[in-house]
């Protein structure tokens, strides 16, 4: 035992040689403030902790559902379960290295070494293999294989975060739809009544045909465009059902128009909080994170190849012509050796994997600072977007307004013959552009909602 006291201490000293890089700054200052204006006002309750359902705080039954069924179905989210759960039997895998390897096996051969009688001889061996982890080159690998699996379990997070934000941008896509056909068949029913009416005036000899034509062109096309909203629902209705995990043949969405949701009345205020608290919100940034430490664990791995490994064998057993003799103390046999080994012409194969490992170091220290850097750059947007469009709703809803009374004028002049019936059509084509104007400004802005929820995580604080 003596001999391997000066082989352990030196083997101790060489083994900080072997550690790897530490964390390098990414050079990025993260600033104290957000540059799009951040409202101060909060209408949305922090989440409960760890439950991710942010989608709650719209209180839709419908979109509920929904996001149960993607949750347990989506396609995207069984792969990236999938891989989940390979880094974690690889994590398993590296951790099962560090331990002893235990072999045991029973052999029985019947054979004769020339003589006129064959003999049976039974061994029973028991071998016992273990690396000692002088230089962490095993610890690494799991350390390594454990970074790797919280980095899958980030992934899996954020791709549960982007399907429930697609679930939820599609389903508001839908309502919208769903509104808009209701703005565009009103207006049909109005331009067919106002045909009647027309077609009998003109009969009676009180208006032009100029006048019939005109209306039956307006209907002719209202009733396009109620078709094409029609084609539009079905492929959004399908894109939902790809979401959720079902067959676009069999998925069906009941129509609801806007106004009858519970949550049309406003739109949710989401607070952004600290930028600094985003990078420990963002699952692809922590992502991002874990693989560069991984990383890092690799290049120690690779530099530990450089020192001797020590390798300890231990093995035990009989072998007897009878098995009820194999463990007789006659039978007995038993070894054990220890193995230091040192590689010293290897063709350049060791400088080669440290290179190797030095330069995914370098890629994944670039991804990273990548991912901090679209990180930022989602949330400015989405609070950039968020701000524009509550100026765009409060423009809008004045100009319906003033639509709508410019219709009322238009309407009542007519009936008093002060204008011909070309421009209550002008009047009503503007009111009917700006109500579906109006009904896309609303529906960006629930959207653009559902993507800030997204670039902050998925989670805020009040």
Not at 9 to 35: N, Q, V, Y
Not at 121 to 129: I, S, T
Request: charged residues 25%.
């Amino acid at each position: 035992m003596s001999r391997f006291i000066p082989l352990t201490f030196a083997a101790l000293l060489l083994a900080s040689c072997a550690t790897e890089p530490l964390t390098r700054d990414t050079g990025l200052a993260t600033p104290t403030a957000f540059k799009a204006p951040v409202t101060s006002e909060t209408t949305a309750p922090p989440l409960a902790k760890k439950t991710g359902a942010w989608w709650l705080i719209f209180s839709d039954p419908v979109l509920d559902d929904l996001q149960a069924r993607a949750m347990t179905r989506n396609t995207d989210l069984e792969i990236a379960a999938a891989r989940l759960q390979q880094s974690r039997a690889f994590v398993r895998q590296a951790r099962a290295v560090q331990l002893p390897q235990v072999n045991a096996g029973l052999q029985s051969s019947r054979g004769s070494d020339g003589g006129p009688k064959a003999s049976t001889v039974h061994a029973l061996g028991v071998d016992l293999d273990y690396e000692v982890d002088l230089f962490g080159r095993l610890s690494k690998a799991t350390g390594a294989a454990k970074l790797d699996a919280e980095a899958s379990a980030e992934l899996y997070r954020g791709a549960q975060l982007l399907v429930s934000a697609q679930v939820a941008e599609t389903y508001f896509a839908l309502r919208a739809i769903d509104e808009d056909r209701a703005i565009v068949n009103e207006t049909l029913t109005a331009y067919r009544e106002t045909l009647k009416v027309t077609q009998r005036r003109y009969e009676a000899g009180d208006v032009a045909e100029l006048d019939v034509v005109r209306l039956q062109t307006e209907v002719s096309s209202t009733e396009a465009e109620l078709k094409a909203l029609d084609r539009q629902r079905a492929q959004i209705e399908n894109a939902l059902a790809v979401l959720v995990g079902d067959i676009a043949s069999t998925f069906t969405v009941q129509a609801s128009v806007w106004d009858a949701q519970s949550w049309s009345h406003a739109v949710p205020l989401i607070p952004a909080g600290l930028p600094s608290e985003l990078l420990e919100r963002r699952p692809d940034v922590i992502a991002a994170e874990k693989t560069m430490q991984a990383a890092q664990k690799r290049v120690g791995i690779a530099k530990a190849a450089w020192f001797p490994r020590l390798a300890l064998t231990a093995s035990g057993g009989g072998a007897s012509n009878e098995l009820g003799d194999l463990f007789e103390d006659a039978a007995r046999s038993w070894s054990l050796t220890g193995i230091l080994a040192q590689a010293i012409f290897d063709g350049g194969q060791r400088k080669a994997a440290t290179e190797l490992a030095e330069g995914d170091l370098a890629v994944a220290f670039a991804q990273y600072r990548q991912s901090v850097l679209v990180a930022f750059a989602d949330v400015e947007n989405q609070l950039s977007d968020i701000d524009g469009l509550a100026g765009e709703a409060k423009t809008q809803g004045e100009a319906l307004t003033a639509a709508q009374r410019a219709l009322d004028l238009s309407q009542s002049r007519y009936r008093h013959g002060y204008v011909s019936q070309l421009e209550v059509l002008d009047a009503q084509r503007s009111y009917l552009r700006l109500r579906r104007q109006d009904l896309s400004v609303r529906a960006q802005q629930y959207q653009a909602t559902v993507r800030l929820i997204r670039a902050l995580g998925g989670d805020w604080k009040a």
